[in-house]
């Protein structure tokens, strides 16, 4: 009987799992095909050859545009942990006049939509002369109101004690947010990497405005233009890109995950 | 030499709240196990973290070892301190959660490693060196936070509550342990409890707070036996010293309870008028013939509790319920009318208004049975 029950819940588990992972599947699929194959509506592809990959490296500075992705996403990753913890750690730690109102307006901008305030922030970076660098694409992303919010809360979970038994033992602030407050919010750091490098790596609409030569963009913007290129889109090629800048991020949620651990605050009090 | 001294001390939040803790005077001693105790809410963890630098004092002056410290920061006055909830960092193993202090104080490796093992041999901690504080029990954990105190050295140990999260058997073993600690490093202990049994086995000395102020002061024997005021009497003592008005009459020299209880007993100082009155439950006696000072009296038992060495069972006198603690095993019944006897020079007698001591019991006969066992 819990054998039945048990197998049941697999099928159907299995059956919303391929539900949803069926455009992914599908692209794989595809990337593999030749075009008149993806126009016939074929499921699966006759044979598995590289051909696609080879002519996405081909038609594009697509390396290229890899590394500068992953350089991006990886600057802007260490650069919103470090403002944003900071941040996050004088409204936790640090007691100062309005501190609960200025928390408040500061989170009160997560409510702006990034598309409503792009135009001044693209004239600011226009004026500072960071169009085709890396400064465009990443330091507008350091300061974020989700990232302070989101380890706010996980720093006010640190027990207080904890902060003045360091003030006892003789640390000083910087000390402590290093020694114990980074540490023991591991979790919080990687979910909001994790967070943080999916956005950036997916990003489009910005990188399109603040690069304009080849040398400097990024792996999204550059599968677009493989997408416009010809009259007739190659989709087999198309596919085979979205495939290869899929992998990095599928990379980073794997690795993230082990670190993912919960309850790494046990035992800390009582 | 004072080690720790509080002139005048108060601490008021904002500025127009009410007063946390109100004009504290206090010298505690070099070497001395002061305890500070007080029901919950009564600001004796604020003056523990006023004296640890973890909140300003208001007003008022705070010496340690004789210097003015005021406005010195919590590790400038180089005091230990362990927390009610331990406070581990979650991330260290033991051995760096204990160490974790020294290595601020840039304390030597060979120092810190040899304070480490002399620390954990005392209490046991030696297999657990490199386990993470959610791998060991409440009383492991306790014993962690208590190494990180004993290595640090610091003359002045503070201590919040630090059983209040045990069970009552480990309790009662560290109760001890922590009293041979202190004794072993001559530490100046603060510890702060709102368990009457910690208070009374532990200090040298103790002090009684309610409502941030000082009840009384006092060796834990001389305010078992003397309480100050009905607070520190209702406060000390487990069960609760029992009370009740009672006129005393000048001429007649009786205290009147009610009609049908009446007690003979000379109180030159004291003019007539009501008072309350106040007797430990262990001097509720059974009545013993020929005895001149019993007064006795026949009381209808309500409740009947047997603890196995002692029972207790209290009745009602006027409005108040009494408790009689007897030693051994007394099968009573709820209901049934018995004779107690109660001794004149074993009341303590208090002002109605100011809720004041103005005359304690005269009991003394401890000191002579010790006499007598004493080799």
């Not at chain 1, 507008?140 to 902060?163: D, M």
């Not at chain 1, 889109?233 to 949620?253: E, K, S």
């Not at chain 2, 069960?239 to 009609?259: F, L, T």
Request: charged share 20%; aromatic share 10%; glycine share 6%.
């Amino acid at each position: 009987m819990m054998a039945i029950k048990r197998g049941s819940l697999y099928v159907v588990l299995i059956l919303i799992a391929l539900l949803l992972f069926f455009p992914i599947i599908y692209a794989f699929l595809v990337s593999f095909m030749s075009t008149k194959e993806v126009l016939m509506g074929h499921l699966i592809p006759k044979s598995f050859s590289l051909t696609n990959y080879i002519d996405a490296f081909q038609a594009l500075p697509l390396l290229h545009s890899l590394i500068n992705s992953m350089l991006v996403s990886i600057i802007t990753t260490i650069g919103q942990i470090i403002v944003c913890s900071l941040a996050a750690y004088a409204f936790v730690f640090i007691e100062f006049r309005g501190r609960q109102f200025l928390f408040f307006l500061f989170v009160s901008t997560m409510m702006i939509p990034w598309e409503a305030s792009i135009i001044p922030n693209f004239v600011t970076v226009q004026k500072l002369g960071w169009i085709n660098h890396y400064a465009a694409l990443t330091i507008p992303f350091f300061a974020t109101a989700f990232g302070t919010f989101l380890l706010r809360q996980h720093f006010k979970t640190i027990p207080k004690e904890l902060h003045e038994a360091s003030r006892m033992a003789g640390l000083g602030h910087l000390s402590f947010f290093l020694k114990v407050v980074m540490p023991v919010s591991k979790t919080s750091l990687v979910t909001l990497g994790i967070y943080c490098f999916l956005t950036t790596w997916n990003s489009y609409l910005w990188p399109l405005l603040v690069t304009t030569d080849e040398r400097s963009r990024t792996a999204q913007i550059g599968l677009r233009q493989l997408h416009a290129q010809e009259n007739v889109t190659q989709w087999g090629v198309v596919m085979a890109g979205v495939v290869i800048v899929a992998i990095p991020t599928l990379l980073v949620l794997f690795l993230g995950q082990k670190h993912l651990q919960k309850g790494l605050m046990d035992g800390a009090v009582k | 030499m004072s080690e720790v001294e509080l002139l005048n001390v108060s601490k008021l939040y904002g500025n127009k709240q009410p007063y946390i803790i109100k004009n504290l005077d206090v010298n505690i001693e070099s070497g001395e196990f002061f305890v500070i105790v007080g029901p919950s809410g009564c600001g004796k963890s604020t003056l523990l973290r006023m004296i640890a630098g973890l909140e300003n004092i208001s007003e008022g002056v705070l010496r340690i070892g004789g210097e003015m410290a005021n406005h010195w920061s919590p590790s400038q006055r180089d005091i230990s301190m362990v927390f009610q909830n331990y406070a581990l960092y979650p991330h260290l193993n033991v051995r760096e959660n204990i160490v974790f202090g020294l290595r601020v104080k840039k304390i030597s490796p060979e120092e810190r490693e040899k304070r480490l093992l002399e620390a954990c041999e005392m209490l046991n901690l030696t297999a657990y060196l490199n386990r993470k504080p959610r791998e060991l029990s409440g009383g492991q954990r306790q014993r962690v936070a208590l190494a990180r105190a004993i290595v640090s050295q610091s003359p002045i140990c503070l201590m919040d509550e630090p059983l209040s999260n045990l069970d009552a058997k480990l309790r009662a073993h560290m109760r001890g342990e922590i009293r041979k600690i202190q004794r072993q490093f001559g530490t100046t202990m603060i510890y702060v409890t709102h368990d009457q049994v910690e208070a009374m086995t532990m200090g040298d000395r103790m002090m009684i707070l309610n409502q941030g102020k000082i009840q009384q002061i006092g060796r834990p024997i001389d305010i078992y036996n003397h309480p100050a005021n009905t607070f520190v009497a209702s406060f000390i003592g487990s069960p609760q010293m029992n009370m009740c008005e009672a006129y005393y009459d000048g001429n007649s020299q009786e205290i009147r309870i009610n009609k049908d209880l009446k007690l003979t007993m000379t109180l030159p100082k004291l003019k007539t008028s009501t008072y309350i009155i106040g007797l430990r439950p262990e001097y509720i006696h059974i009545p013993q013939p020929n005895n001149p000072n019993q007064t006795i009296v026949q009381v209808e038992i309500n409740h009947v509790e047997l603890l196995g060495n002692d029972t207790l069972f209290s009745f009602q006198i006027n409005d108040q319920q009494w408790i009689a603690k007897w030693n051994g095993q007394w099968l009573f019944e709820p209901g049934d009318k018995i004779s107690i006897a109660l001794d004149a020079d074993e009341l303590c007698v208090f002002d109605k208004d100011t809720r004041q001591l103005v005359h304690s019991s005269t009991r003394q006969d401890h000191d002579e049975l010790q006499k007598g066992v004493l080799a």
